[in-house]
């Protein structure tokens, strides 16, 4: 039985620095992910989908164990963000307009046999409302720039603005692909001025 593995520890893209910009190389990342549309803080989507991610990843890890005498920690969740008008993530804030794609990091061992199984477990153990949603994709960024920020998801939007308006631009870079967050808090647990989050855009020369 092999030791378990903390994605967190052994994936570099996982560090990232309070109140330095780096520009980092992330490698291709297999995930489960859900998509969804609206405000995090009460659209019934957000909850929903965090319903079906955390059972069909927790029967992932339990299959790979037993099958595969590979263990792992669950890794953190992360969130793509997007809108029509990014200036609603910097300025607005109107969080009415975000879409969204939940995801959690999936071992690359784990293969479509396995997370269609997992699916058909929770399915038969479990409400089975919005596992339809679940998916298992590959997430390919590459090149990209990342923070680590401390505080309320609502102080995000000054550091985004300094992200994307200066440090990019200066750097002869511009922004593709979508806002990526990590979160490497237990939301449960840790008061909003103590979240620890790394914010992320993907980037290629201008």
């Avoid at 300025?91 to 293969?111: E, G, N, Q, V, Y």
């Avoid at 002869?172 to 990526?180: A, Q």
């Avoid at 490497?184 to 008061?191: A, F, G, N, Q, T």
């Amino acid at each position: 039985m092999s030791d378990k593995i903390d994605f967190k520890r052994t994936i570099a893209s996982y560090r990232a620095k309070h109140g330095v910009f780096e520009i980092v190389d992330v490698p291709d990342l297999q995930y489960l992910m859900v998509d969804g549309h609206g405000d995090p803080n009460n659209s019934p989507a957000y909850p929903a989908a965090l319903g079906v991610l955390y059972p069909v990843a927790y029967k992932l890890k339990f299959a790979s164990k037993r099958d595969l005498g590979r263990d792992y920690v669950v890794p953190p969740l992360e969130g793509l963000w997007w809108a029509d008008d990014m200036t609603a993530f910097t300025a607005a804030r109107d969080k009415s307009r975000w879409d969204w794609t939940l995801m959690l990091l999936t071992p690359d061992w784990i293969d479509q046999t396995m997370f269609e199984a997992a699916v058909d477990q929770v399915r038969t153990s479990s409400a089975s409302a919005g596992l339809d949603e679940v998916r298992l994709s590959v997430l390919s960024e590459g090149r990209c720039v990342q923070t680590l920020h401390i505080g309320s998801f609502d102080d995000e939007a000054p550091v985004l603005k300094q992200m994307h308006e200066q440090f990019i631009p200066e750097h002869g870079l511009h922004m593709v692909g979508k806002h990526h967050e990590v979160y490497l808090s237990d939301l449960r647990k840790v008061e909003p001025a103590k979240l620890r989050t790394i914010l992320r855009q993907p980037v290629r020369a201008s």
